[in-house]
Antibody, heavy 118, light 107 residues
Framework: QVQLQESGPGLVKPSQTLSLTCTVS??????????WSWIRQHPGKGLEWIGY???????YYNPSLKSRVTISVDTSKNQFSLKLSSVTAADTAVYYC??????????WGQGTLVTVSS | DIQMTQSPSSLSASVGDRVTITCQAS??????LNWYQQKPGKAPKLLIY???NLETGVPSRFSGSGSGTDFTFTISSLQPEDIATYYC?????????FGQGTKVEIK
């Protein structure tokens, strides 16, 4: 059973960089066949796709966030990460990591709330 | 970018009722459409992929249909445990967009 777990600071100051890591267990990122994604949800709002990465390092980002987003993968640790730069209060959200199988997110982490505030 | 218009934004129905949610894409997306269920405080759960395929382990009262620009998600007989928000999600050209969500409540 694949499990994903987000980790990282729950509070980030405005203009700083938000950094989160997703640790995958029960399956190997480097085995291929899946993309690994970040999705966020503003409080009380809908879902917003941030981007995803393949084990090889190929990435695809939401055009509206592309200038501030970097997703990377560390196959040795079976982790992938999200960096979002120059954050504002509008980036306050629950951030989810997910496995993508055939363009559907079939396994999700529990989500982690990141608040942007001074 | 492809926009998804999901309706209604909320609905209230009785246990046993048939519930239908629609999602319209701003351009043809073939069958590149998934449906998720999200219960309060929980991560979304994949129910339907490629417009009409039931994810393993998902009850058969859930179904999806459609292609091109118009898609439908149906709960054939609403159960109390189906109280949740439902989202459609399209994937086209390696980019995703979610619908705005439909909150389903029991009358």
């Amino acid at each position: 059973q694949v499990q994903l777990q987000e980790s990282g600071p729950g509070l980030v100051k405005p203009s700083q960089t938000l950094s989160l890591t997703c640790t995958v267990s029960g399956g190997s990122i480097s085995s291929g066949g899946y993309y690994w994604s970040w999705i966020r949800q503003h409080p009380g709002k809908g879902l917003e796709w941030i981007g995803y990465i393949y084990y090889s390092g190929s990435t695809y980002y939401n055009p509206s966030l592309k200038s501030r987003v970097t997703i990377s993968v560390d196959t040795s640790k079976n982790q992938f990460s999200l960096k979002l730069s120059s954050v504002t209060a509008a980036d306050t959200a629950v951030y989810y990591c997910a496995r993508v199988s055939a363009a559907a997110a079939d396994y999700w982490g529990q989500g982690t709330l990141v608040t942007v505030s001074s | 970018d492809i926009q998804m218009t999901q309706s209604p934004s909320s609905l209230s129905a009785s246990v046993g009722d048939r519930v239908t949610i629609t999602c319209q894409a701003s351009q043809d997306i073939s069958n590149y459409l998934n449906w998720y269920q999200q219960k309060p405080g929980k991560a979304p759960k994949l129910l339907i992929y490629d417009a009409s395929n039931l994810e393993t382990g998902v009850p058969s009262r859930f179904s999806g249909s459609g292609s091109g620009t118009d898609f439908t998600f149906t709960i054939s007989s609403l159960q109390p445990e189906d109280i949740a928000t439902y989202y459609c999600q399209q994937y086209d050209n390696l980019r995703w967009t979610f619908g705005q969500g439909t909150k389903v409540e029991i009358k």
